[in-house]
């Protein structure tokens, strides 16, 4: 079992930047990690992923404007969120998948709201 913690959230207005964590209560070096977001009434959507190889993906509409990162010595997984708009505002959730058994793992969330 892994427990997966996510903290960094907070309000921002348009155009600032916050960094999200994830840190989790075991090793993450064999699990591939990614970041979700949901907004009011929308459903869950991928932010970013980095796998075990740290190759990374991004939703279009946060390419070059978020960055997410890996630590696997702190166990700790991170989205550097800049340029951020009102249409970022949701719960970002830390997810953690493991490379080879069927296990995945969810942080309860962190609320990022963008204020115009």
């Known amino acids: 079992q892994v427990q997966l913690v996510e903290s960094g959230g907070g309000l921002v207005q348009s155009g600032g930047s916050l960094r999200l964590s994830c840190r989790a209560s075991?090793?993450?070096?064999?699990?591939?990690m990614g970041w979700y977001r949901q907004a009011p009434g929308k459903q869950r959507e991928s932010v970013a992923s980095i796998n075990t190889g740290e190759f990374t993906k991004y939703a279009d509409g946060v390419k070059g404007r978020f960055t997410i990162s890996r630590d696997n010595v702190e166990s700790t997984v991170y989205l550097q969120m800049n340029s951020l708009k009102p249409e970022d505002t949701a719960v970002y959730y830390c997810s953690g998948v493991h490379a080879y058994l069927d296990r995945n793992y969810w942080g309860p969330g962190t609320q990022v709201t963008v204020s115009s």
């Open positions: 075991a090793s993450i070096s064999i699990y591939n």
